[in-house]
């Protein structure tokens, strides 16, 4: 038998108003989506002034990292990155057009040792997107503590 968690609006809403936050503090225009395990949209949020494309950028991103079960800069990042040319992956992003990211953004959302969603994060250079994540990561886990729920 096995136990499936899977987060829901609730458990999303925290997740997006820290990533928010965290955006607007460091002065960036950012797009936060937050999807369940199966890579299907939860809550999404562009802020004010945000590009257009990073609504498909971020869910793209959170689509990836929920599907294949790690961050999306871990594809790309030398010199073992799977999707680099030459190695096992290279051409991975093709298999789901428009769908599968491969760079910066991108971050699954663990609880009890399972990927339980994740959080697509657009509009920034890479470290900025992963300052954003980070924040929103570290909202999932407050909230799931204080729920009691451990994990």
């Keep these: 038998m096995h136990r499936i968690y899977r987060i829901t609006l ?14 607007e503090e460091i002065g960036v225009k950012q ?11 939860l809550a999404l949020h562009r802020l004010p002034g ?5 609504v498909e950028i971020a869910m793209a ?6 599907g294949h079960e790690r961050a999306t800069h871990k594809f ?24 599968f990211a491969i760079f910066v953004g991108g971050f699954p959302i663990e609880y009890d040792g399972q990927i339980v969603g994740a959080v697509g994060v657009s509009g920034g250079n890479g470290e900025q997107d992963k300052a ?20």
């Design 132 to 151: 954003v994540g980070a924040a929103a990561l570290e909202a999932f886990a407050k909230h799931v503590a204080e729920l009691g729920l451990g994990g």
């Design 50 to 54: 945000a590009r257009l494309t990073g």
């Design 76 to 99: 790309n990042e030398p010199p073992n990155g799977p999707a680099l040319p030459g190695n096992e992956a290279f051409g991975i992003s093709h298999m789901y057009p428009g769908k």
């Design 31 to 41: 797009t936060i989506c937050v999807c369940d395990d199966g890579g299907h949209v």
């Design 61 to 66: 991103k959170a689509f990836t990292a929920a």
């Design 10 to 23: 609730d458990d999303a809403l925290p997740m997006l108003a820290a990533a928010r936050a965290k955006a």
